[in-house]
């Protein structure tokens, strides 16, 4: 299945709203994902969590008289989800073919052109404070927000994707209605559709939407440059039975030549028995059961993690045993077996993501930073392919250099 990629009709303040197409007769299913190029490292000062907000908004809000769009999409029989990020907000359902024709335009008119009631603001307001409440009781989430902390202090980077409780219960219906006019609908977009066919009238639904964008963009926002990171270890609570630790070092932008071999690392020290990790730290010294490794990357950086679970006096040596990995790759000492196994498994988690329809409608909206970038399978799998031990080697000397840690719950 080949990408095929028409832009369609433009958006105020220049915006453009391609459709990237991967079609297959076979599928029985139409899955759509609406990337915008929107997240919550854009929140104003004092507005933390707004975009957050913003995403359970439209898909919350009555889109048709009575229901949301996510109600109208599961009584289809289908299903329907959103995500913010630091960069991108994903919007995204899976339906079955026949009724793309009717769910792909409540999608673009949910997202494009809502209407913010009182009622419904409120609603929803409550509802992410307690996803915050929820997610402050999860130490495995906590101490992801303050490996961000430390990695980029003060930054941008560093604010919490579903923002901060004090300052979302100041917000009001205007002041999320005010960003979507004036900075999201500006914002790069994309449509993916992944079926069986090409929707008929997208053209001609983005020309009837594009009207009623009418707010002049917000001011650009400063990109400030990134910090020095706080790579200080902190002190490990001796009262915990359990504890999660996040190591983290910056990587590389989005869609850099170097970003294979971050996820190469990522896979030698994943959660998989046959990753150089796995077999050192549980299989060896059966120091954590749950752990797992991944690298996200962004606009003037990237970020590789490693998240496990340890007992508090285990942390230091979990550290020492990461240290040591990145150092053996650092210098070399990567046998020719395991190199060969971390690409066929970066390889295959590849392939079977975009064999799920939905997966590779999302694969391709973040990977073409919401239509501004090309990006292809085929393309990722050669990459993977073309990466070398000296390119494993100077990334790993990298995040060796950079790293920093942190534990929740903490020692303060």
Not at 154 to 163: I, K
Not at 209 to 236: I, K, M, N, V, Y
Request: charged share 25%.
């Amino acid at each position: 299945m080949t990408p095929t990629r028409d832009t369609l009709a433009p958006a105020p303040g220049g915006v453009r709203t391609p459709v990237i197409g991967v079609y297959d007769p076979r599928l029985q299913t139409t899955s759509l994902c609406l990337a915008v190029a929107h997240g919550a490292r854009r929140d104003p000062e004092g507005g933390s969590g707004v975009a957050h907000l913003l995403e359970h908004l439209l898909f919350s809000q009555p889109a048709d008289g009575r229901h949301s769009f996510a109600e109208q999409v599961e009584r289809m029989g289908g299903h329907t989800n959103a995500e913010t990020g630091l960069e991108t907000m994903l919007f995204y359902a899976q339906v079955a073919a026949e009724d793309a024709a009717e769910a792909a335009p409540a999608m673009l008119r949910s997202v494009l052109t809502p209407t913010f009631d009182t009622a419904t603001f409120d609603r929803e307001r409550e509802v992410v404070v307690k996803e915050l409440v929820t997610a402050a009781a999860d130490p495995a989430d906590l101490v992801q927000d303050a490996v961000f902390d430390k990695l980029f202090p003060g930054h941008p980077l560093s604010r919490p994707v579903g923002g901060r409780i004090a300052e979302l219960q100041t917000l009001t219906a205007a002041d999320v209605a005010r960003e979507h006019r004036r900075d999201f609908l500006h914002r790069p977009r994309a449509l993916v559709v992944v079926g069986p066919r090409p929707i008929d009238g997208l053209d001609e639904l983005l020309a009837e939407l594009a009207p009623a964008q009418t707010d002049a963009p917000a001011e650009p926002l400063a990109s400030p440059a990134l910090p020095a990171p706080d790579t200080g270890l902190p002190r490990w609570p001796a009262d915990r039975d359990f504890v999660w630790v996040c190591l983290a070092a910056r990587s590389c932008t989005l869609n850099s030549p170097e970003e294979a071999a971050y996820r190469l690392i990522a896979t030698l020290l994943g959660s998989s028995p046959s990753s150089l990790l796995y077999r050192k730290l549980r299989g060896q010294e059966a120091l954590s059961y749950s752990f797992e490794s991944w690298n996200r990357s962004y606009a003037e950086t990237g970020v590789w993690r490693l998240l496990a679970g340890v007992e508090p006096q285990a942390a230091d040596r979990l550290v020492e045993i990461v240290d040591s990995l990145l150092g053996d790759l650092a210098e070399g000492r990567l046998t020719e077996e395991d190199f060969d196994s971390a690409r066929r498994k970066a390889e295959m988690r590849l392939v079977l993501q975009a064999e799920s329809p939905l997966d590779h409608a999302q694969l391709i909206a973040m990977h073409t930073r919401a239509g501004t970038a090309d990006w292809s399978l085929a393309r990722a799998r050669a990459d993977l392919r073309a990466v070398t031990p000296a390119q494993i080697a100077a990334a790993a000397a990298r995040l060796r250099g950079n790293l920093v840690a942190a534990v929740r719950p903490d020692a303060s």
